[in-house]
């Protein structure tokens, strides 16, 4: 290995080097001064995020088993900065709740090794690269959910991701086996020459697939979603729903639209349907929800399902639609995430009756709030729109107007559980409203971005230009 | 600065500078200086239309070109013709005068007159907008401020109304997004590359197919906005429970919305749609006409009149315009100026009145004139214009869609229709003069309320902004009329 390869994983090594460093600092920083640890990761993690922006060669390495072009680099470019306004919103809590315990070091480790197998996922040119990076992109979260070790319903929401995640990719790995007996490699170059629709290869490529599906958490894939988010300290249920979900659909895009193209005909299929019963699902279980991690994770369970939308078509428009959408998605859900997050640690209070008058006590976080919500729903002119409007073009397209006819009734029964929260914000007024508080630096500047990207990545037609130019690299 | 974008950035100026301004007094002010600059823009913008008109035989004038999303060859392409023009000036004198009739709003004025402009900021963007996406994204605009609106500063069940109101808005606006769609992607029918220019598709012949496919959505996710039958339902319910100037400004702006849609998206891009499917939609038209004429005889609450009254008359806008017919259509035209001053008027004196006696049942209201000079006068004027009276507006408006849509090439079908829905003005008749005399000249019905507070200057200069252009088109109906006519040539040669 020379230094040009150096250079081609360099996002992999500095956030090893990076990892390595919070050990070396866990040791030698004494226990008064431990707060430090998190200015120390977010302060790394930021060079981290910048020096990503660079960009890289096309390019692969180990005999093809990780490869690395523009669009990859940018798909962890996205990731990066979604962690890194999740570690910002997560500042204080891990400050007043986490170091306390002598834990804050092994969060950041455990976030960043789940990021570092991402990274591996996204990059691989294997399957067994592939399956590496799942799996690592994985357990640390498991770990991370059950993080709040006097809560009884923490361990629960560990174990349960832990069993459940054990078993999707078994199954997973399953279906690799199957694919690679049918084709002879597990090199994608290799498969994508070989692979034909057999029998045994549709049953490897279902099996696979379920194994994603439950990262993206499809229906009916799904039901870890809902009690895992409830469970979970807030930034591992707002890393899970939003950092962990598109680093799946980035590489479930990969594998459909380069190595799996030959069997497009099966898997368009097999997305219409999860699709039309992901959305229909997350937002008919959405309605009912009262705690908020609840309710943001049938939201994002029917998010996916308009990602879906996107997916099906199989071109480079639907690519670019597709990282524009979660390039979106990522920036309202955390403010969405960020919002719960810091009333959930000033007062300990998640359901949505508790956010009742909280516009006339607290008028910038609800309208923070508020702004997440329209963007989910997708309401001009906040960026949301803009994405969930080109998924939409994207489908239709390719002739699904069935498929985007569905999905807009869909976006008007997202819009009424959206608005539930905003009526309570809002049009009401209550005697237990929240009292004001002042949210400490780190988390309004978390906030902070997520409003400015919220508000500008719609507008600014440039960066989907640019996403669209990079988009050619998959197709 | 264009001419036409400074209805964009004059709104936003003055949403930031609402930002920045505390308590009532502020932000009355600054809305009051925003809206009386729009208005001189759309007084100024008629002027120049003029002008440019002579000299400039384009279907859309002050046109601008700007790219925005290359990709999906989006644009950010504005222009005015000379219905644009003059619902621009419906709007701003609409929006003014709901600034002032807002005068006294007590809770979160700042965040009411927000909401207030951001909604006419989203209707200046579609009257302005010749690309099928920006023009989506401005009606979406329009449509959401509503929900805060009627929400937050509503009387009655407002937290029902509000959804409902908004639930059913915009799920249309998600109809139609399909309907938008499917226009885009047979915009290259021709050849050409696709595009959402609503002028370059105008020239494109859609296959047949997608137009009889695709017109039902476009059609409907407009009308819905205009209430059409059976789609009208959060109508009644919005308005009466919205607060007085967001009631004018749903009924006298927004509404148009759906009516403008039809006619500029629908009808000029589909036409063949239009054809095949304009039976099935003008008998809907015609039961909304004629359903909702007779449910306002039903009311007994001030506000469910009126707004099942626009729903009458808004069906008689849908109907005009689905007669396909050029007279009929330069009365839909001036329907809707005309119905958007005198409702708004309308839905201005009830917000007067009820704020003087707690009071919107009929039955609890009485002798009105005696009491209320002022208020009174200006209520039989309007009622007896809304119901059609010669020397208003409504007349002219009524007058040029019975004409049309009996006289020139009707099949008996549509005359027996046309004479189904003419009846509805008797039943208008019958509702507004049962309302005025009543509550204006009845006896009064109790004695404790003859010492009510006069109109104030804000209330007189709101009412008189409306009241002198309803007078103007109706004593001078020509310079309009001329106006709307010429600029619906091009969409009548293309559609009939």
């Known amino acids: 290995m020379n230094f040009s390869s150096f250079l081609l994983m360099r996002q992999e090594i500095?956030?090893?080097?990076?990892?390595?460093?919070?050990?070396?600092?866990?040791?030698?920083?004494?226990?008064?001064?431990?707060?430090?640890?998190?200015?120390?990761a977010i302060f790394l993690f930021g060079i981290h995020t910048i020096v990503g922006f660079f960009t890289i060669e096309t390019s692969s390495l180990f005999g093809g088993?990780?490869?690395?072009?523009?669009?990859?680099?940018?798909?962890?470019?996205?990731?990066?900065?979604?962690?890194?306004?999740?570690?910002?919103?997560?500042?204080?809590?891990?400050?007043?709740?986490?170091?306390?315990?002598?834990?804050?070091?092994?969060?950041?480790?455990?976030?960043?090794?789940?990021?570092?197998?991402?990274?591996f996922m996204i990059s691989s040119g294997d399957f067994l690269m592939f399956y590496l990076g799942l799996e690592l992109s994985t357990l640390p979260v498991a770990a991370l959910a059950a993080f709040e070790v006097t809560k009884r319903i923490s361990s629960e929401a560990g174990i349960k991701l832990i069993l459940s995640a054990a078993l999707a990719s078994g199954v997973s790995l399953f279906g690799i086996s199957m694919l690679y007996a049918t084709s002879g490699s597990i090199y994608f170059q290799d498969i994508a020459l070989i692979i034909s629709s057999t029998?045994?290869?549709?049953?490897?490529?279902?099996?696979?697939?379920?194994?994603?599906?439950?990262?993206?958490?499809?229906?009916?894939?799904?039901?870890?979603?809902?009690?895992?988010?409830?469970?979970?300290?807030?930034?591992?249920?707002?890393?899970?729903?939003?950092?962990?979900?598109?680093?799946?659909?980035?590489?479930?895009?990969?594998?459909?639209?380069?190595?799996?193209?030959?069997?497009?005909?099966?898997?368009?299929?097999?997305?219409?349907?999860?699709?039309?019963?992901?959305?229909?699902?997350?937002?008919?279980?959405?309605?009912?929800?009262?705690?908020?991690?609840?309710?943001?994770?049938?939201?994002?369970?029917?998010?996916?399902?308009?990602?879906?939308?996107?997916?099906?078509?199989?071109?480079?428009?639907?690519?670019?639609?597709?990282i524009y959408f979660v390039l979106i998605y990522i920036f309202s859900n955390l403010a969405a995430f960020g919002v719960v997050q810091a009333i959930s640690l000033k007062t300990g209070k998640e359901n949505m009756n508790d956010y009742e008058g909280l516009y006339r006590t607290n008028p910038n976080l609800s309208l923070v709030m508020m702004l997440a919500l329209f963007s989910l729903a997708g309401i001009p002119p906040v960026a949301g729109f803009f994405g969930k409007f080109f998924l939409f073009t994207a489908a239709a397209s390719e002739g699904y107007y069935l498929l985007v006819f569905l999905a807009v009734v869909n976006v008007t029964i997202s819009l009424y559980y959206y608005l539930l929260v905003v009526r309570a914000m809002f049009l009401r007024t209550s005697d237990q409203a929240i009292p004001y508080f002042k949210n400490k630096l780190y988390m309004r500047l978390g906030l902070l971005v997520t409003v400015v990207g919220i508000l500008v990545l719609g507008l600014y037609s440039p960066l989907y230009d640019y996403i669209f130019e990079l988009s050619k690299n998959l197709n | 600065m264009d001419i036409l974008t400074l209805f964009i950035i004059v709104p936003i100026i003055t949403i930031i500078a609402l930002v920045f301004s505390k308590g009532l007094e502020r932000s009355r002010v600054v809305s009051m200086i925003g809206s009386i600059v729009q208005l001189g823009m759309a007084i100024n913008l008629m002027f120049a239309y003029f002008k440019e008109r002579a000299v400039n035989t384009d279907i859309m004038v002050f046109t601008k070109d700007l790219v925005w999303f290359k990709n999906f060859n989006i644009h950010y392409n504005i222009g005015v013709d000379g219905i644009s023009v003059a619902l621009i000036l419906l709007t701003a004198i609409v929006v003014l005068a709901g600034v002032f009739i807002s005068w006294k709003t007590s809770e979160l004025p700042k965040e009411f007159f927000?909401?207030?402009?951001?909604?006419?900021?989203?209707?200046?963007?579609?009257?302005?907008?010749?690309?099928?996406?920006?023009?989506?994204?401005?009606?979406?605009?329009?449509?959401?401020?509503?929900?805060?609106?009627?929400?937050?500063?509503?009387?009655?069940?407002?937290?029902?109304?509000?959804?409902?109101?908004?639930?059913?808005?915009?799920?249309a606006s998600a109809v139609l997004l399909v309907g938008i769609l499917g226009i885009y992607f047979n915009s290259n029918a021709d050849g050409g590359a696709l595009t959402f220019n609503i002028l370059d598709i105008a020239q494109v012949h859609i296959p047949l197919a997608a137009q009889k496919l695709f017109f039902p959505f476009v059609f409907v996710g407009f009308a819905v906005i205009s209430?059409?039958?059976?789609?009208?339902?959060?109508?009644?319910?919005?308005?009466?429970?919205?607060?007085?100037?967001?009631?004018?400004?749903?009924?006298?702006?927004?509404?148009?919305?759906?009516?403008?849609?039809?006619?500029?998206?629908?009808?000029?891009?589909?036409?063949?749609?239009?054809?095949?499917?304009?039976?099935?939609?003008?008998?809907?038209?015609?039961?909304?006409?004629?359903?909702?004429?007779?449910?306002?005889?039903?009311?007994?609450?001030?506000?469910?009149?009126?707004?099942?009254?626009s729903v009458s008359h808004l069906g008689l806008v849908l109907f005009a315009l689905l007669t396909l017919n050029k007279i009929a259509w330069n009365g839909a035209i001036i329907q809707s100026l005309s119905h958007g001053l005198l409702t708004a008027l309308f839905f201005a004196l009830i917000g007067m009145i009820y704020g003087r006696t707690h009071t919107r049942d009929i039955n609890k209201l009485g002798g009105m004139m005696k009491i209320l000079p002022f208020i009174g006068a200006i209520y039989v004027i309007t009622g007896l214009a809304y119901l059609g009276l010669p020397g208003f507006s409504g007349f002219v408006a009524e007058m040029n869609i019975f004409v049309g849509a009996f006289q020139q090439n009707a099949d008996t079908f549509n005359r027996v229709l046309t004479i189904l829905v003419v009846s509805s003005i008797v039943v208008t008749s019958v509702y507004i003069l049962r309302l005025v005399g009543k509550i204006m000249m009845g006896p009064l019905e109790t004695n404790d309320v003859?010492?009510?507070?006069?109109?104030?200057?804000?209330?007189?200069?709101?009412?008189?902004?409306?009241?002198?252009?309803?007078?103007?088109?109706?004593?001078?109906?020509?310079?309009?009329?001329?106006?709307?006519?010429?600029?619906?040539?091009?969409?009548?040669?293309g559609v009939l």
């Open chain 1, 14 to 40: 500095l956030l090893l080097t990076i990892i390595l460093l919070l050990v070396v600092a866990e040791i030698s920083i004494s226990q008064s001064k431990k707060q430090s640890i998190v200015h120390l």
């Open chain 1, 65 to 119: 088993m990780f490869h690395t072009n523009n669009l990859i680099h940018f798909f962890k470019n996205v990731l990066n900065v979604g962690v890194f306004i999740l570690l910002l919103q997560s500042a204080d809590w891990l400050q007043e709740k986490v170091v306390d315990e002598k834990k804050g070091a092994e969060f950041f480790i455990l976030l960043f090794s789940s990021l570092l197998g991402m990274y």
């Open chain 1, 199 to 322: 029998n045994l290869t549709i049953l490897g490529f279902v099996l696979f697939f379920a194994g994603l599906a439950f990262k993206i958490s499809l229906v009916p894939f799904h039901f870890w979603t809902a009690d895992v988010y409830e469970g979970a300290p807030i930034s591992v249920a707002s890393y899970l729903s939003v950092i962990s979900k598109g680093a799946a659909v980035f590489i479930l895009m990969i594998l459909l639209f380069t190595v799996l193209k030959p069997l497009m005909h099966v898997w368009e299929n097999i997305i219409y349907v999860i699709a039309l019963a992901t959305m229909f699902t997350g937002n008919l279980f959405a309605l009912r929800q009262q705690n908020m991690k609840r309710f943001l994770a049938f939201s994002s369970i029917a998010q996916a399902g308009f990602i879906l939308l996107g997916l099906i078509t199989g071109t480079q428009l639907g690519t670019a639609t597709i």
């Open chain 2, 114 to 171: 927000i909401s207030l402009i951001v909604l006419s900021l989203g209707v200046y963007g579609v009257f302005i907008s010749i690309d099928l996406f920006t023009l989506f994204v401005f009606f979406e605009i329009a449509v959401i401020p509503m929900y805060l609106l009627i929400g937050i500063w509503g009387s009655g069940p407002r937290e029902y109304s509000a959804m409902k109101l908004t639930l059913m808005l915009m799920g």
């Open chain 2, 227 to 309: 209430a059409l039958f059976p789609f009208h339902t959060w109508s009644p319910d919005g308005h009466a429970s919205a607060p007085t100037a967001v009631s004018m400004l749903h009924a006298g702006v927004l509404m148009k919305l759906g009516g403008y849609g039809v006619f500029r998206v629908a009808m000029f891009l589909l036409p063949a749609g239009a054809l095949h499917w304009s039976w099935f939609f003008i008998i809907l038209a015609a039961i909304g006409v004629v359903y909702g004429a007779f449910s306002a005889i039903r009311q007994t609450d001030l506000k469910y009149i009126n707004a099942y009254a």
């Open chain 2, 450 to 493: 003859t010492d009510l507070p006069k109109a104030t200057w804000y209330e007189k200069t709101g009412i008189l902004l409306l009241m002198l252009p309803v007078i103007g088109i109706g004593v001078a109906p020509f310079w309009l009329s001329e106006m709307i006519m010429k600029s619906l040539e091009p969409f009548i040669q």
